[in-house]
């Protein structure tokens, strides 16, 4: 949860830094360094696979004389603009967290401000759209609702409601103490 309050503009690294001050209070700094290094790890994860994807959309079959001209033009251009502006050797992370917070009242979508963002910081606006999202599934919705056709059946469909009940609870009991064992 705490690397998805990060990517919180509202929030950010501040947050982490008061909530772990509150709940770790005498392995404070310990518990800090390691949460760090687990956030800049998965950043250079993302980081490392986003150059992987570059890379392989990099290429392409069929490529005039005009676009080879123009490719090596603009690989000139990448190379004068990757050493001109990453002097200063900070990662998107690290400029992101300089950056100033966001007022904690001001109502935004989170997800639409990294929508946003994302020609600033390609690579944080992609790990927010994959901590932040939430995948829909209806599987523990159906299956909930289909255990009923498992205990009511043609022999059975005229019990009494507290005895399906029974029946249904003591059915996950016995499943939950084979999971045990």
């Known amino acids: 949860m705490g690397i998805a309050v990060i990517f919180d503009p509202r929030y950010k690294y501040q ?5 772990f001050k509150k709940i770790f209070e005498v392995d404070y700094d310990i ?6 290094d687990k956030l800049f790890r ?3 994860e993302y980081s490392s696979s986003t150059s992987d994807i570059q890379n392989a959309h990099g290429s392409y079959s069929r490529m005039s004389d005009e676009q080879v001209v123009d490719d090596g033009f603009m690989k000139d251009f990448d190379s004068f603009y990757s050493e001109e502006f990453t002097c200063c050797g900070k990662s998107e992370l ?3 967290l300089e950056e100033p917070r966001l007022a904690h009242t001001s109502d935004i979508n989170v997800l639409e401000y990294w929508k946003t963002c994302q020609m600033t910081y ?13 995948p ?3 599987v523990a919705s159906e299956s909930t609702f289909s255990i009923g056709g498992r205990v009511l059946y043609a022999y059975r469909s005229s019990l009494n409601p507290s005895t399906v009940e029974s ?14 064992i």
């Open 15 to 19: 947050v982490i830094d008061w909530a």
């Open 31 to 36: 518990k800090l360094e390691l949460f760090k």
């Open 42 to 44: 998965l950043f250079n």
């Open 94 to 96: 690290e400029k992101y």
């Open 122 to 134: 390609p690579i944080l606006a992609r790990m927010a759209r994959d901590i932040l999202a939430i």
């Open 136 to 138: 829909i599934s209806t």
């Open 167 to 180: 029946l249904t609870c003591l059915t996950d009991w016995l499943f939950e103490q084979d999971n045990i």
